[in-house]
């Protein structure tokens, strides 16, 4: 069965780090999303991404953010210089009309010191 | 701006029980309410999708109904299993593309 796949599923990186997480989004879904988790809160949006520019942010999205889809298949999300508060558990979603099922992938850990 | 309500928070069953897990929104303007399983440490796992013009979905012993005027959602669990044991999240889907999540209720299903 097709899935979403991410890559790391866990990284530690220092304060001002830049980071770079990487997602394979279902193969003919034309929609692809970024969504984090902060440990013990709400799944939260930060941005969705169609026709290779960003259809949709949310306010935490700020410019230490940016996606690209840099050929076919990948699907990535930069931090510029991580904060302690980006500590999170990042998901990668896909799905094939903007109004469908939304299909996760098993997370990136990332943890920042 | 919407805002979703998952009640109760957690719930312990013993195995075999059936149960209901419960949502509620605050922006009735939906396109979907989709549900979701949590398991620790892990992904979601798409349980139900219920478009806004459906009442209920299906698969297996789980059900989903939708009562969009009221903001309402419930998912039905029939005939619960140990394995069933995880966070159940409910996310609906307003205006343009993104989901809004609710807390999630942690089930455990003990044997």
């Known amino acids: 069965e097709p899935e979403v796949t991410q890559t790391p599923s866990h990284q530690v990186t220092q304060m001002g780090q830049e980071v770079i997480l990487r997602c394979v989004p279902i193969s003919n879904h034309l929609y692809f999303y970024w969504y984090r988790q902060i440990l013990g809160q709400k799944v939260e949006f930060l941005v969705s991404?169609?026709?290779?520019?960003?259809?949709?942010k949310s306010e935490i999205f700020d410019d230490q953010f940016s996606v690209e889809r840099p050929d076919g298949s990948n699907f990535t999300l930069k931090i510029r210089s991580t904060k302690l508060e980006d500590s999170a558990m990042y998901f990668c979603a896909s799905c094939w009309d903007g109004t469908g099922e939304l299909f996760f992938g098993e997370g990136s850990r990332l943890t920042v010191l | 701006k919407q805002e979703v309500t998952q009640i109760p928070a957690a719930l312990s069953v013993p195995e075999g029980e059936n149960l209901v897990l419960n949502c509620s929104f605050t922006?009735?303007?939906?396109?979907?309410l989709q549900w979701f399983r949590q398991d620790p440490g892990k992904g979601l796992t798409s349980l139900l999708l219920i478009q806004s013009s459906q009442r209920e979905q299906t698969s297996g012993r789980l059900n989903a109904s939708l009562d969009k005027s009221s903001g309402r959602s419930t998912l039905y669990i029939a005939a619960s299993q140990p394995g069933d044991s995880a966070t159940y999240l409910c996310a609906v889907r307003t205006s343009g593309s993104r989901l809004t999540f609710g807390e999630g209720t942690q089930l455990t299903v003990n044997p």
């Open positions: 991404f169609y026709n290779n520019e960003i259809s949709e």
């Open positions: 922006d009735s303007a939906i396109y979907n």
